[in-house]
Structures are given as structure tokens and as C-alpha cells.
């Protein structure tokens, strides 16, 4: 028997799968015995070769088994994903060790050593999180201050809200057009009134009791629908031949663009009441829409001017062979088109519009974030930043997680119809 | 005289009246809004002007680059502030693009794991609001440290605990002797690189540039520390205790928490976009390109360094810097964990004593307009430079 050290090959599989494999768990069971029994196999060794004898004795173990075209259709798929060089046995090791020696950590905080059950912190006896707290203050963290009572009424909006957008891809094409600008002019007003109450006999509830994840919903919700119409006429503003109107939208977008949106909140919360006239007042919540909306609609002209630019001149020079003005031209022909080819830019845009707005806690507006850094501050619920956090994080990715998958697949469906 | 300019003919009636009205509206909102601040600031007994900026800011910051205390003026606290936006921001994006183009390339591996590995890292941290990363990073995991007596220990020079990480400081002597070393070096590998090349092209003679700078990068500097008179000590950082039950460190340089996480939670955010952006340069270069490099019988080096490099460089680079553009603005929610940044000290503390809101807002939102017209300008210059050049 011939056994080639340095490479390996067909002749003697066995020999060298058993070197292999053998090899490869001993630096298993020395990691393992590390990570959940606190014993160091190779105590032996120096300080340095112990710390690294798990990758050393599993990078020799997977050198062995890396022998080309086995015939066994296993091991050629795990050479060919796992261990196609030295490089990427190792690589393949240290991640599946970080597995090993954090995962089962992790899963045990969050829910094996995990208190769900009891509405007070002295119940949280185990060294797991303590989703205690998430349970007790969720009415809280969904709805702010909001009074239980009145709670049908955002848990209203919002569905009357995906109602009518669910129902622009049921009702035929042709009511299309009125939900849209039901969703567009009607639909902000009634949503406010019902929200707010003061009419029809519903409960007058002030902007500083709105907070949660529906006030993450509603700041977003009103400022997509704003920024989109003004995200539109400065796109066509920034593309005009008019001078005055080109350099006027181009300052607008670049000034909106270049500033962090917190500094945009201090100017809504400190700077824009001295604008107005003395004696007049302005809900701290509309303005802080009205300075998202703005903000946001200067990158929204950006999105919009992409689709405008990727339009081919034909479109224009047919729409004006016909006869059409400015106007007609743009909303009958170069609009429809261009719309459509940013819509997956459109929906980032609102992606990073939900991901910018805890930061109205600058003005003192309490949404999910806001709610959690309130409710870990309770004398009671001291020490639960963690738990809080980590939820707060979890909704916010189910959310954005869905809403990215979603605008990836508008982009592959909308490229393959081109 | 050109009388045309008077006499307005139909079409140009139809061009000038919406500028018109648009410059009319504008101007209108300008001057009823100042209108409104002029008669807001008489009532409060306010006036208008930029000359708080020199009278005595009274505060203290707690993390500074320079010299500051309470008795320096406005101006000096405006400094600091942006020394610290900008000390933050140079740090995440160091870090990001360090990660940024790792996970990048890492989810080309044809490792599986590592593959799969890369896109969970950036499937995570690109949807999660910085903010909450921040105040994750912040509030939860950088609070479970250690108090100091249990620092956790690197090598007994470097000491991670719940009040900062404490690294050596480094004690400089004719400190700028080293740095005008460095420039010289710099300066030699220009005129090499520009040598080699001449002799490349002209005469076909290959010289090894890279080595030569290397080599030049290593050795005018250590020359600076052998005959230029320039020494460098560090100053460890050591664990006193100041009572019977509180412990400090003393020495070395302390990296503030609030740094530390907002370092983190920049650099890991922004660095799954940058990831993308990598992924999306190397998968544009067609696979075409690797090949006729193959067939000319480049190796595989050579084609990396040479072909697919300098055009994945041109698709990466333009949507980075708006990263890196983004990183900086986003480095003002330093503000939510009193990282004395920009915005804190200015828009914050400093607008809180002064009660100018119009011109601290405008002088903040103007510094940040101006960071980012600088960049996105250099950028633009960049990009010119490197775009193909088509015959």
C-alpha cells in the first residue's frame, strides 16, 4: 500500500476516508467537550496549539478526504461546496465552530432558559431572557399611549388602509384609478379624523398619546403618500429646460439630500415654529410629517428621475408628434412608463422611510424605539434593554425583511417583461 | 442694444411666465417666513446674528480631539463637535469597507457555508433601523461588560470594560519628522511608479514598482527613527483603585462606549450595502472578460489585478461613496446616545443655552450640506477620471 500524505487520491479511499474522518472528529469531540463540559482535550499542548487543535486536527482531516471524483456521491458534494481547497476547509471549520460555540448560547437566552409565562420581573427566575416584559407592555409598545378604549380605531385605519390597496389588485382595472385617488386624497383625511376623533361624536385624542409600531405606520404611511406627488414634480422639475425651475429643483433636491434627517426633526421641532406667524401653532406630529415628507421626497425625485432618464426619446418624440402639451405628454405617456421601471426604487425608498422614522424620537415622539427606551427606564422593569431591544429589532426586520423580498421580486418580475 | 430682449414674442412668453411665477413664489415664501422669524425674535428679544459664536460656551464635553473646556468659546465647541463627527465617521468607514468588502466577496465563495454565512450577516443587519442597532449595541451589549477589576485583558496591554476599552496611547517625539518621512516616501513611490512605467512603455523594461514602494514605505520612516531623532513609548494602560470598591484605569487612551457602539453599529450597517455594491461589481463583470485574460495567458493574479479589478473598481465605486456619503449622516444619531458629535454639542447642547435655533440649525445643517457637496464632488472628479475613455 502506497499512501500519499500530500495527495490523496482514489486507490485507497477508504484508507484515507477513515484518516479523514477520524481526524476530523477527534477536533469535533475536542470542540465539543470545549464548548459544554469546560474540558480541554488537548490540555497537553501549548497554550496557542491547544487554542487552535480543533482546526488544525479538521483541516488535516478534511485534506484527506479531498480526493476528486470519489464515485461517492456524498463526499463529492461536500468537496465541492465545503472543502475545494485548504482555504475553504478552513473557512467551512471556523464557521461551523462559531455555530457550535455560540449558536446553543443563543438559543438558550432566547428560548430554552427564556420566562414567557407571569406578569411581573420577580417571575423571571431563569438565566434567559425574560420575554416577560415584552408580553406585559406589547399593548404599549403597539399603540403608545393610545387609550385601550379607543385602540379599534387605528386597528381601523389600517385596515380599511390594506383593504383598499389589497383591493387594487382584485376590482378590475378600471376602479383602479378612483382607489388610487381614494388612497391618495380621501383616505389621509378620514384616516386622521378617525384617528385624532374630535368628529362623530369619537373621543378627541391628542398626537402626544400616539406612539408604538402604529405610529411608525402612520408617520410612514402619511409621508409615502405626500413625498410621492412632490417626489414626481421635482423629478420633472429637475428635468425641465426652464432654468429658473431646473436650478430651483436641483438646490431643493441637493439640499434635502446632503443633510442627516435629524438635523431636518431639530429644524421641524426648533427652528420652523419661529416661521410662523406669532401666536399660531402646529402639531408637533404634522411637523414632523411634514419634514419627512419633504425630506423624503427629494430622494423620491431621484428615484423617479432615473425612470424618467432610462425612458428612450422616442416616447417623447412620439407623444409630441400627436400633438400633446407638456403636460398631457407626461401624464398620459412618459409617467405610466417611467413609474412603472422604478417602482422596485420606489419601494426602497419607503423601505428606508420606515427604517429612518424611530428617529422622530428627537421630538420627543415615542414610537416602537422610543416606547422600549421608556419602558426599560420603569423602576419596576430595570435591566430589560436587552429583551426589549431584541424585539423591537425582530419586528422591525419581519417587516423590512418582507417589504425588501418583495421589492426583489417586483424587480425580477418587471426585468423579465423588457 | 438688443431691443428683442423687450419685446417678448409668444414663445418666450410661454418659457418665462412659470419661471416667473416660480422664482415669484419662492421669493414670497422666503420673505414671509423671514418676515415671521424677524417678528418672532423682536417679541423674544433676540436678534439675528452669527456673533454668539465667540463669547464663552460654558459647558463641557465630555470626549474631545483638542483642547476644550466650559471657558473656551461657541466657536471652539462647534469644532470639537465636527472633530468628533468627523473622528466617528472616518472610523466607520474604515470598518465598513473592511467588512463591506469581505461578506461581499464572501457571498461569491463557492464555500457554501461561508456563502450562505455572508447573506445571513447581511440579510440581518441591512434590515434592522440603525437605530435600533445602535441602542442594541449601546444599551445591551456593550452595558454587559465587565466592571473594570475584571477588564476583559488582551495580552496585559489593552483592557476592554463597561466604562470604554482602554488601548496604549503612543508618546511621540519629533512627531513631525515622522510624518514628513512618511510624505517623503510617498512622494519617492510617485516618482518610481511614474519611472517604471515610462520605462515600460518606452523600452519595454518591467520593473517591479510595488516592491520597490514597499520596500521605500518601510524604510524612510525607520530611517526617521534611526538617524531623524524620532522615538516612540507607549503608555499602558493600568487598573488603580481609587476606594475601597471602585477601581479605574489610568493611562493610556480610553475609548468612550459611546463611541465604541457607534462605531459598531455604523460600520455593520453600512457595511451590508457596501457588500452589495462589491457582490454587484464583480457579478457585472461578464465572464467573457476573465477568459480572454485567461487565453492571452494572464495568471490568476494578473487577472484579477489587471482586468477584473480596474472595471469591478467602476461599478463599485460610485454607489459606495454614497455610502460612505450616508455613513457621515447618519453618524448624527450619535445625538441618541450623547455621543458629543456634531449635532449634540451644536444643535443640542449649544442651541439649548443660546436659544438661536435659526442659526445654529442653519450653521449645522450647512456644515453637514458641505461635507457632503465636498464629497460627493471629489467623487464625481474621481469617477470622471477613471471612466472609460472611448476612442
Known amino acids: 500500500m502506497n499512501l500519499n500524505i500530500l495527495k490523496p487520491n482514489k486507490e485507497n479511499l477508504s484508507t484515507y476516508l477513515m484518516l479523514g474522518i477520524g481526524l476530523l472528529s477527534v477536533g469535533f469531540i475536542d470542540i465539543f467537550s470545549n464548548t459544554f463540559f469546560n474540558f480541554n482535550i488537548t490540555k497537553i499542548f501549548p497554550g496557542i496549539i491547544s487554542y487552535l487543535s480543533p482546526l488544525l486536527l479538521g483541516a488535516f482531516g478534511l485534506h484527506f478526504i479531498r480526493i476528486e471524483y470519489s464515485g461517492n456521491k456524498t463526499l463529492d458534494t461536500i468537496n465541492k461546496n465545503l472543502n475545494s481547497s485548504n482555504f475553504n476547509a478552513i473557512l467551512s471549520l471556523i464557521v461551523i465552530f462559531i455555530l457550535i460555540k455560540y449558536l446553543p448560547p443563543l438559543l438558550n437566552w432566547a428560548f430554552f432558559d427564556a420566562n414567557f409565562l407571569g406578569n411581573s420581573k420577580e417571575e423571571c427566575t431563569g438565566d434567559g ?21 379607543e385602540q379599534w380605531r387605528i386597528n381601523f385605519s389600517f385596515l380599511l388602509l390594506i383593504g383598499s390597496i389589497g383591493s387594487i389588485f382584485i376590482l378590475p382595472l378600471k376602479f383602479k384609478k378612483y382607489i388610487i385617488l381614494f388612497l391618495l386624497f380621501i383616505f389621509p383625511i378620514i384616516a386622521l379624523n378617525i384617528i385624532s376623533g374630535g368628529m362623530f361624536g369619537l373621543k378627541w385624542i391628542e398626537t402626544g398619546a400616539w406612539g408604538g409600531l402604529s405610529l411608525t405606520f402612520i408617520v410612514s404611511a402619511f409621508a409615502l403618500i405626500f413625498c410621492f406627488p412632490i417626489g414626481v414634480f421635482l423629478a420633472l422639475g429637475r428635468r425641465s429646460d426652464l432654468p429658473a425651475i431646473k436650478y430651483s429643483s436641483i438646490g431643493f433636491i441637493e439640499l434635502w439630500r446632503g443633510v442627516p434627517l435629524i438635523t431636518v426633526l431639530f429644524m421641524s421641532a426648533v427652528m420652523f415654529p419661529m416661521f410662523l406667524p406669532d401666536g399660531t401653532y402646529m402639531d408637533k406630529l404634522m411637523r414632523v410629517i411634514i419634514a419627512i415628507t419633504l425630506f423624503e421626497a427629494a430622494y423620491m425625485a431621484e428615484v423617479v428621475r432615473g425612470g424618467l432618464q432610462a425612458l428612450p426619446r422616442g416616447q417623447y418624440d412620439a407623444a409630441k408628434s400627436l400633438g400633446m402639451g407638456y403636460w398631457r405628454m407626461h401624464f398620459l405617456i412618459i409617467l405610466p412608463q417611467a413609474l412603472k421601471l422604478v417602482i422596485p426604487g420606489i419601494a426602497n425608498t419607503f423601505l428606508a422611510l420606515v427604517k429612518d422614522t424611530p428617529l422622530i424620537f428627537v421630538v420627543g415622539l415615542l414610537e416602537l424605539a422610543g416606547m422600549i427606551g421608556l419602558a426599560k427606564t420603569n423602576p419596576d422593569w430595570l435591566g430589560m434593554a436587552t429583551e426589549g431591544y431584541v424585539f423591537a429589532a425582530f419586528v422591525f426586520w419581519i417587516i423590512c425583511f418582507a417589504m425588501s423580498r418583495y421589492s426583489q421580486n417586483l424587480e425580477r418580475k418587471l426585468s423579465t417583461d423588457r | ?50 456673533g454668539f459664536l465667540s463669547q464663552e460656551a460654558s459647558f463641557d464635553i465630555g470626549f474631545s480631539l ?76 456593550l452595558r454587559a461588560l465587565p466592571l473594570p477589576e475584571q477588564a476583559i485583558n488582551f495580552n496585559d496591554i489593552s483592557y476592554l470594560t463597561v466604562k470604554g476599552w482602554y488601548v496604549p496611547k503612543f508618546l511621540w517625539t519629533n512627531f513631525s519628522i515622522f510624518i514628513y518621512s512618511i510624505l517623503a516616501s510617498i512622494v519617492a513611490i510617485i516618482f518610481v511608479s511614474k519611472y517604471a512605467r515610462k520605462q515600460r512603455e518606452e523600452f519595454g523594461k518591467h520593473i517591479s514598482s510595488f516592491y520597490i514602494g514597499m520596500s521605500l514605505l518601510f524604510l524612510i520612516p525607520s530611517l526617521s527613527f534611526l538617524i531623524g531623532g524620532v522615538t516612540l513609548n507607549f503608555e499602558i494602560p493600568v487598573l488603580k483603585q481609587m476606594s475601597t470598591t471602585i477601581f479605574n484605569f489610568h493611562g493610556g487612551v480610553s475609548i468612550i462606549p459611546e463611541l465604541l457602539s457607534l462605531a459598531m453599529a455604523l460600520s455593520m450597517y453600512t457595511a451590508t450595502f457596501i457588500a452589495e455594491n462589491v457582490r454587484a461589481g464583480i457579478l457585472g463583470i461578464g465572464k467573457g472578460q476573465k477568459e480572454a485574460a485567461a487565453s492571452i495567458g494572464l495568471t490568476k493574479a494578473q487577472i484579477l489585478k489587471l482586468v477584473v479589478l480596474p472595471q469591478a473598481l467602476r461599478i463599485i465605486i460610485p454607489p459606495t461613496t454614497n455610502q460612505y456619503l450616508n455613513l457621515t449622516k447618519n453618524s448624527s444619531l450619535a445625538a441618541a446616545i450623547a455621543y458629543p458629535d456634531l449635532v449634540l454639542v451644536f444643535a443640542g447642547t449649544a442651541l439649548m443655552q443660546t436659544g438661536r435655533a435659526i442659526e445654529i440649525v442653519s450653521i449645522t445643517m450647512g456644515t453637514y450640506l458641505l461635507i457632503s457637496l465636498s464629497i460627493s464632488s471629489f467623487m464625481n472628479w474621481y469617477n470622471k477620471s477613471v471612466a472609460i475613455k472611448e476612442k
Not at chain 2, 421669493?27 to 417679541?43: E, H, T
Open chain 1, 129 to 149: 431572557a425574560c420575554w416577560v416584559f415584552v408580553k406585559v407592555w406589547f399593548n404599549r409598545f403597539m399603540y403608545g399611549m393610545y387609550p385601550d378604549a
Open chain 2, 1 to 50: 442694444m438688443n431691443l428683442n430682449f423687450f419685446f417678448i414674442n409668444l414663445k418666450n412668453k410661454k418659457r418665462l411666465i412659470p419661471q416667473v411665477l416660480t422664482l415669484l413664489f419662492i421669493a414670497l415664501g422666503i420673505s414671509y417666513f423671514a418676515f415671521n422669524a424677524q417678528v418672532n425674535m423682536g417679541n423674544r428679544g433676540i436678534s439675528f446674528g452669527y
Open chain 2, 66 to 141: 483638542i483642547d476644550y473646556d466650559g471657558s473656551h468659546t461657541y466657536a471652539r465647541a462647534f469644532l470639537v463637535g465636527l472633530l468628533n463627527t468627523l473622528l466617528v465617521s472616518s472610523i466607520g468607514i474604515l470598518i465598513a469597507t473592511l467588512i463591506g468588502v469581505t461578506v461581499g466577496i464572501g457571498r461569491l465563495s463557492s464555500n457554501y457555508l461561508v456563502a450562505k454565512f455572508s447573506e445571513v450577516y447581511v440579510e440581518v443587519f441591512r434590515n434592522i433601523p440603525l437605530l435600533l442597532q445602535l441602542f442594541f449595541w449601546y444599551f445591551a451589549a
